[in-house]
């Protein structure tokens, strides 16, 4: 079952500047989480709907799970490449 994709301001903030091919590859990654969300790492054991995963190489994003809305809220972006 497929999630809808909310950015938080936070996150959203943080693409501005974002290299093409970072952008590039967070919208790929993106479009896999929506359809596999649990397959990220927990960000803590004690709250799994808090996760991370990575993305092009040289990029992290944390999000939120909402399984009742089937929302996945991403609320931090960050490249070092």
Do not use: N
């Amino acid at each position: 079952m497929t999630y809808r994709v909310d950015f938080h301001a936070a996150a959203f903030a943080q693409l501005d500047g974002l290299p093409s091919e970072a952008f590039d590859a967070l919208v790929d990654h993106v479009v896999k989480l929506v359809d596999a969300p649990w397959d990220a790492q927990l960000l803590s054991p004690d709250e799994p709907q808090f996760r991370q995963s990575q993305f092009g190489g040289s990029g992290l994003i944390s999000f939120h799970l909402d399984d009742h809305r089937r929302l996945l809220r991403i609320f931090d972006v960050t490249w070092v490449g």
